[in-house]
T-cell receptor
Framework: IAGITQAPTSQILAAGRRMTLRCTQDMRHNAMYWYRQDLGLGLRLIHYSNTAGTTGKGEVPDGYSVSRANTDDFPLTLASAVPSQTSVYFC?????????????FGPGTRLTVL | GDSVTQMEGPVTLSEEAFLTINCTYTATGYPSLFWYVQYPGEGLQLLLKATKADDKGSNKGFEATYRKETTSFHLEKGSVQVSDSAVYFCALRRGGTSYGKLTFGQGTILTVHP
């Protein structure tokens, strides 16, 4: 069982470039989330999806977009990267509304925007 | 809005020392409270949780008690090991919502020396 996979593991990107971070889960969880982790700030929610076909904005959505075409995949796109988007990005999923509300996290993508 | 505040880190301890990491929160209603742990190079994983006042969550020798009167959820362990070295995050999920959006604290780095 893979759980949640993220790709790429790390990336260095020139400012202004477009980038899509991939996230796939095999647990058939209905809810998925994208967080960014910055030193001293913990994890902050970027976007979330309660179920396939729906998405919502989190705490820091500006400059990011998501889509949820199916249950398993939840890609995060930076349309025009800026240096302030340098961060570690974590995808997570949960069986929200189910018996357990635990969130399961992927291994993260370390993104550097120059 | 909701917020979680953790004690300033990093925390450095010798093996077998007693650990306390303080966590206080601000939220409306009756949130569920969580501690997540992040080992080096990995994503976050759930350590323990409590869903109502006076509940005690416990796992792997760690404990935390949901104190509504002091809005706190401090993490404790009686005897830490080198393998406990990690980053610890306190988090809350607002009560009454159907889906699991989490608000995280800034994280506390714990280093345990032999």
């Amino acid at each position: 069982i893979a759980g949640i996979t993220q790709a790429p593991t790390s990336q260095i990107l020139a400012a202004g470039r477009r980038m899509t971070l991939r996230c796939t889960q095999d647990m058939r969880h209905n809810a998925m989330y994208w967080y960014r982790q910055d030193l001293g700030l913990g994890l902050r929610l970027i976007h979330y999806s309660n179920t396939a076909g729906t998405t919502g904005k989190g705490e820091v959505p500006d400059g990011y977009s998501v889509s949820r075409a199916n249950t398993d995949d939840f890609p995060l796109t930076l349309a025009s990267a800026v240096p302030s988007q340098t961060s570690v990005y974590f995808c997570a999923s949960s069986d929200a509304g189910g018996a357990s509300d635990e969130q399961f996290f992927g291994p993260g993508t370390r993104l550097t925007v120059l | 809005g909701d917020s979680v505040t953790q004690m300033e880190g990093p925390v450095t301890l010798s093996e077998e020392a007693f650990l306390t990491i303080n966590c206080t929160y601000t939220a409306t209603g009756y949130p569920s409270l969580f501690w997540y742990v992040q080992y080096p190079g990995e994503g976050l994983q759930l350590l323990l949780k409590a869903t109502k006042a006076d509940d005690k969550g416990s796992n792997k020798g760690f404990e935390a008690t949901y104190r509504k009167e002091t809005t706190s959820f401090h993490l404790e362990k009686g005897s830490v090991q080198v393998s406990d070295s990690a980053v610890y995050f306190c988090a809350l999920r607002r009560g009454g919502t159907s889906y699991g959006k989490l608000t995280f604290g800034q994280g506390t780095i714990l280093t345990v020396h032999p």
